[in-house]
């Protein structure tokens, strides 16, 4: 059973960065086209960022184009999502999973703030 952790969240002001990192235990992450979701309150999960499993191409959410970078690190078998120009609106719970469905169970997230 593919168990996803996800790490790296918290407590930023307007404008600052975090890094999220996502670890798989189960499953390699290597060869699976991934991505970032997240989810606020009252709202539907929704996808924020993907990235193939070949680590060629990229995309994003219109929301968080050109502030937002996912990457992944083969050799450690992790995949990122940098987070830069953070804005009140990117506060949520962020978890990753596989990019096609049916996805894998989803992890317990990590919660990113942002705050004025």
């Known amino acids: 059973q593919v168990q996803l952790v996800e790490s790296g969240g918290g407590l930023v002001q307007v404008g600052g960065s975090l890094r999220l990192s996502c670890a798989a235990s189960g499953r390699t992450l290597s060869g699976w086209d991934m991505a970032w979701f997240r989810r606020t309150p009252g709202k539907e999960r929704e996808f924020v960022a993907g990235i193939r499993w070949s680590g060629g191409s990229a995309d994003y959410s219109d929301s968080v184009k050109g502030r937002f970078t996912i990457s992944r690190d083969f050799a450690k078998d992790l995949v990122f999502l940098q987070m830069n120009s953070l804005k009140l609106e990117d506060t949520a719970v962020y978890y990753c999973?596989?990019?096609?469905?049916?996805?894998?169970?989803w992890g317990q997230g990590t919660q990113v703030t942002v705050s004025s």
């Open positions: 999973n596989s990019r096609a469905k049916p996805q894998w169970p």
